[in-house]
């Protein structure tokens, strides 16, 4: 069997492990070793690999913004900074056809611009919303599917850990990745807003309204969110403005809402405790992935698979938005088997020499950050697709009483939302690129 016969069985070899229910880091390691030593007929090249792979992978600089943002939302959540989200946002939005859905889209994206995580906002907005939603009469479908829907928010708003990643990966920038990601995260949002109003105009039976909030009201709402826009002004802000590098950034955003979370005497030493463990937890699993990722990546490598895949594209004589939708589709189809991280990870290195050297109208550095902007897209598009939208079961673990076909049916709306979205800006870079062309 060829070098690139081996490469290319290890792709539906992956999967089946994955499918097997094996952790995606351990599938992937399995694979690159396995593999790695069908392609050199030793183990040789492979452990001496090791003696160095996981110490420079682990030691990166770069990778230490990853444990600083997730504790960020970890003091975040403990900090009630979700609740008065959502209660801003119901105080202006809840009296309208479709508003405590609205509010609670909003609440994301605000959580989201704290946290940059996809399942830890659908978890905790989940927790905080989906309440509310039951109680004011809305459908489970349309309950479940906003906030599954409203939880990619938390990946696609910086920060983000995914963008973080795919800087990594493709030696960009992050504080202009950063840039970039912000008018298509509010476009998300805003799309979905419509989406919700859509849906309540074709199936009205599916809402319930609360009345109208009184200025004082809103006043008070506005002023309990204040931290959450301190947090996002000094982490954003600081890192657009050059005050910050992005892991300096990430440490005064984790420092900053640690401390409110203490003045609002919601941080106890066990919930301290509670918050490093899980970030400890969450953080070994992404650098395990990276490390199985970087493993099978080196054997891909060894096959030259990422090169044939190279020459075959030029040799076809392929237009480049072919090949872009192409790429932008196996992310749709990979969605529904695997989560966005290990996406990221295993298909960038693959995927981004194919396409870098195609012909967008574009200089290399912006095609590299519009590039990253579409793939966290329609990876996000990914955790809401059924029939393994990993949202999807966590929202749908929160509502006992909502079956999963429902959950389901009430995404559908938001998928089809994002994939609009996906060709308005796959079609207009410029929408893309705009707040960095700006500010750079």
Known sequence: MSDLAIAAW?????????????????????????GSW???????????????????????????????????????????????????????LGHRRGGVAMSAVGACAGFGAICGSSLATAATMGKVALPELRRFGYSGALSTGCLAAGGTLGILIPPSVILVIYAILTEQNIAKLFVAALIPGILAALGYIIAIAVYVRLSPQS?????????????????EIWPVVLVFALVIGGIYFAWFTPTEAAAVGAAGTGLIALARRRLGRREFVDSILETASATAMIFFIILGAAVFNSFLAFAQLPQFASDWIVAADLSPWSVLASILLCYLVFGCFMDSLSMILLTIPIFFPVVSGLDFGLGADEFALWFGILVLIVVEVGL???????NLFVINALADDVPMSETYRGVLPFVASDLVRTVILAAFPVITLFMVRLLY
Not at 207 to 223: F, N, P, Q
């Open 10 to 34: 290890s792709f539906p070899i992956l999967l089946l492990l994955i499918f097997l229910r094996l952790p995606i880091g351990l599938a992937m390691l399995i694979c690159g070793v396995a």
């Open 38 to 92: 069908l392609v050199n007929d030793s183990l040789i090249p492979i452990l001496s690999q090791f003696k160095t792979l996981p110490y420079s992978t682990f030691s990166s600089y770069s990778l230490s913004i990853i444990p600083l943002f997730l504790l960020m939302g970890q003091f975040a959540t403990r900090g009630g900074m979700s609740a008065s989200l959502f209660r801003a946002a119901e105080s202006f």
């Open 207 to 223: 809402e319930g309204r609360l009345e109208k909030a009184s200025a004082k009201d809103r006043t008070k709402a506005l002023i």
């Open 384 to 390: 809401i697709t059924p029939p393994v939208g990993l």
